[in-house]
């Protein structure tokens, strides 16, 4: 059917690069987050952003990164077990408007928290410092990039939504010790003209979606700006400012005009996990639109396998695209790489991840994907959705955003302007192929208006 102006679990629209205030200050409980990533010495305005090697033009790259306890209760970090952090560390372009994942890293397993100052900015009082099983009140930790280069813990084996995971891992990485585990890049992906390059880390901590209501571990995804020397030579960029704390990568392409929504999806247990996405729709000044959409998995574990845009009926769509990222040094043999397929039905676009079992090619956490295609329709406000790749409380995940269409009225699917047979027979022709009984019931209880 052909869905129009309702919408779930919307959260807010992010326009520009700001702090929200803490809603957790006052309940109990730990809260990790990356305050300081790509900077040298937990903040001190140098760049910790480490190139270890190449093979066959890839580049490995690792980034420096700074935890803080912003809760009121030490937070776990028992190395060895399953009860401390993994660190993920990944890599975004804007070039031309567009945003792209380009390089991810296998996840570093931590092992001991140093508990030392560098959290006064964001907790208001000193280090209550422990020993490193845990992560003091008001803390800091410090992981050097030639530390997080050690990366040896998968994704697939990390429940973000909980932080839970078995260990000891069943995989580890492989492939040449230059970029085993790490950010890996392709030359080609760092020297495209004016493009931007950001990373991105976040912090899993077990047990930290107990904290607050079950909204503790949705602030844990931060980035920072860089600047591209060579494809061998990436530092953080200095004149862009601190790192954008408490915000994944996607946030900064709202700075070239997109819109980037926060969504709470429901996880099983009905807690909540974080999924943004955002979308920019440019006038081609042909008769066409080019549309952009983003989906970013910040730590949803049941993930997300579709994406459907609503259509106005009679759309025509070129230069359809979509760009994922693949898995590496093993793990793709875990998670496959398999191309979404895509679909234009009667009323909607649709790409969706093909079903390989528990290697799906679904978005799963601390990723992105991205989908765009040109139209000979205007943007309008409309339903867009989003289907969960694991089962849970509801199949869907919804989002009022732009999608092609004109400004008419309900059930004036042929875009004319008015309600009548047309609309009929064009519901019923593609009846069963994207068209239903609501799209009917649609037109019939509007039929006869003029728009």
Same mark, same amino acid.
């Given at each position: 059917m052909l869905h129009l102006m309702s919408t779930t679990?919307?959260?807010?629209?992010?326009?520009?690069?700001?702090?929200?205030?803490?809603?957790?200050?006052?309940?109990?409980?730990?809260?990790?987050?990356?305050?300081?990533?790509?900077?040298? &010495? @937990? $903040?001190?305005? +140098?760049? =910790?952003?480490?190139?270890? !090697?190449?093979?066959?033009?890839?580049?490995?790259? #690792?980034?420096?990164?700074?935890?803080?306890?912003?809760?009121?209760?030490?937070?776990?970090?028992?190395?060895?077990?399953?009860?401390?952090?993994?660190?993920?560390?990944?890599?975004?372009?804007?070039?031309?408007?567009?945003?792209?994942?380009?390089?991810?890293?296998?996840?570093?397993?931590?092992?001991?928290?140093?508990?030392?100052?560098?959290?006064?900015?964001?907790? &208001? @009082? $000193?280090?209550? +410092?422990? =020993?490193?099983?845990?992560? !003091?009140?008001?803390?800091?930790?410090?992981?050097? #990039?030639?530390?997080?280069?050690?990366?040896?813990?998968?994704?697939?084996?990390?429940?973000?939504?909980?932080?839970?995971?078995?260990?000891?891992?069943?995989?580890?990485?492989?492939?040449?010790?230059?970029?085993?585990?790490?950010?890996?890049?392709?030359?080609?992906?760092?020297?495209?003209?004016?493009?931007?390059?950001?990373?991105?880390?976040?912090?899993?901590?077990? &047990?930290?979606?107990?904290?607050?209501?079950?909204?503790?571990?949705?602030?844990?995804?931060?980035?920072?700006?860089?600047?591209?020397?060579?494809?061998?030579?990436?530092?953080?960029?200095?004149?862009?400012?601190?790192?954008?704390?408490?915000?994944?990568?996607?946030?900064?392409?709202?700075?070239?005009?997109?819109?980037?929504?926060?969504?709470?999806?429901v996880e099983s247990g009905g807690i909540p996990a974080r999924v943004n996405v955002g979308w920019l729709v440019t006038d081609n000044g042909d008769g066409t639109w080019h549309y952009e959409y983003v989906v970013h998995n910040q730590n949803s574990h049941r993930c997300i396998r579709q994406l459907s845009i609503p259509l106005m009926p009679g759309t025509t769509l070129t230069n359809v695209g979509f760009h994922d990222i693949h898995y590496n040094c093993g793990e793709e043999d875990v998670i496959h790489g398999t191309d979404w397929t895509f679909e234009q039905s009667f009323a909607s676009a649709t790409w969706s991840a093909l079903d390989e079992g528990s290697a799906t090619n679904a978005i799963r956490w601390a990723t992105s994907y991205t989908f765009r295609f040109d139209a000979d329709a205007p943007p309008t406000m409309s339903n867009i959705h989003m289907t969960y790749w694991r089962s849970g409380p509801g199949g869907s995940l919804a989002f009022t955003g732009q999608a092609p269409g004109t400004a008419g009225c309900p059930g004036d699917f042929t875009g004319d302007g008015v309600v009548n047979v047309s609309d009929v027979l064009s519901v019923l022709a593609a009846f069963g192929n994207g068209a239903d009984v609501e799209d009917l019931l649609t037109v019939l209880a509007h039929y006869g208006l003029d728009c």
């Open positions: 679990a919307l959260v807010s629209v992010v326009t520009s690069f700001t702090v929200a205030e803490d809603p957790c200050a006052e309940s109990p409980g730990y809260d990790v987050t990356a305050v300081f990533v790509g900077e040298n &010495g @937990g $903040g001190g305005g +140098g760049s =910790d952003i480490e190139f270890f !090697g190449t093979w066959e033009g890839i580049n490995g790259f #690792a980034i420096g990164t700074t935890s803080c306890n912003r809760g009121n209760v030490v937070a776990p970090w028992y190395g060895g077990t399953n009860n401390t952090p993994v660190i993920s560390q990944s890599c975004y372009r804007i070039a031309d408007g567009r945003f792209e994942q380009i390089g991810l890293a296998w996840l570093k397993h931590s092992s001991c928290a140093v508990s030392e100052p560098g959290c006064e900015t964001w907790t &208001g @009082g $000193g280090c209550q +410092g422990t =020993d490193c099983s845990t992560l !003091g009140i008001g803390c800091a930790d410090t992981y050097w #990039a030639g530390f997080n280069a050690s990366a040896g813990a998968p994704r697939s084996e990390i429940n973000a939504t909980t932080g839970a995971y078995d260990y000891p891992f069943s995989i580890g990485p492989t492939g040449p010790s230059g970029i085993r585990g790490k950010i890996q890049l392709l030359e080609s992906d760092l020297v495209l003209p004016d493009a931007e390059i950001y990373m991105e880390a976040s912090y899993v901590e077990p &047990g930290e979606h107990l904290q607050c209501d079950g909204r503790r571990h949705l602030n844990n995804a931060s980035h920072c700006k860089t600047i591209v020397h060579s494809p061998t030579s990436i530092v953080r960029d200095q004149d862009w400012g601190p790192t954008s704390h408490m915000e994944p990568a996607i946030m900064a392409w709202a700075t070239h005009g997109a819109t980037v929504i926060q969504l709470d999806t």
